[in-house]
Nanobody, 123 residues
């Protein structure tokens, strides 16, 4: 089993920054890719970013490219999502997810999920 705990969410003004963290525990050696997803009020959960096992490959949804940066520290069993130039449309609950096999933007590829952390961007 793998446990994921997100932190770092909060309220920020448009143009500001936040850094989300995801602490990974349990059978961490089994994890391949890590990802972040978000769900805004009244909308379905959507892909934000993903990172490969060794951190050398990342993928981002178009709306966050150039503003968000995903990284991971396998020695510390943690994943970080640096969010800059935040916009009100980034307001959502952000979820960390872990995949045992492949990586990508499809939610079905992820086996473990955190409880989420709220990010609110005011205009």
């Amino acid at each position: 089993q793998v446990q994921l705990v997100e932190s770092g969410g909060g309220l920020v003004q448009a143009g500001g920054s936040l850094r989300l963290s995801c602490a990974v525990s349990g059978r961490t050696i089994s994890i391949n890719a890590m990802g972040w997803f978000r769900q805004a009020p009244g909308k379905e959960r959507e892909f934000v970013a993903a990172i490969s096992r060794n951190g050398d490959t990342t993928d981002y949804t178009n709306s966050v490219k150039g503003r968000f940066t995903l990284s991971r520290d396998n020695a510390k069993n943690a994943v970080f999502l640096q969010m800059d130039s935040l916009m009100p449309e980034d307001t959502a609950v952000y979820y960390c997810a872990a995949s045992l096999w492949t990586w990508g933007s499809r939610q079905s590829r992820y086996h473990y999920w955190g409880q989420g952390t709220q990010v609110t961007v005011s205009s």
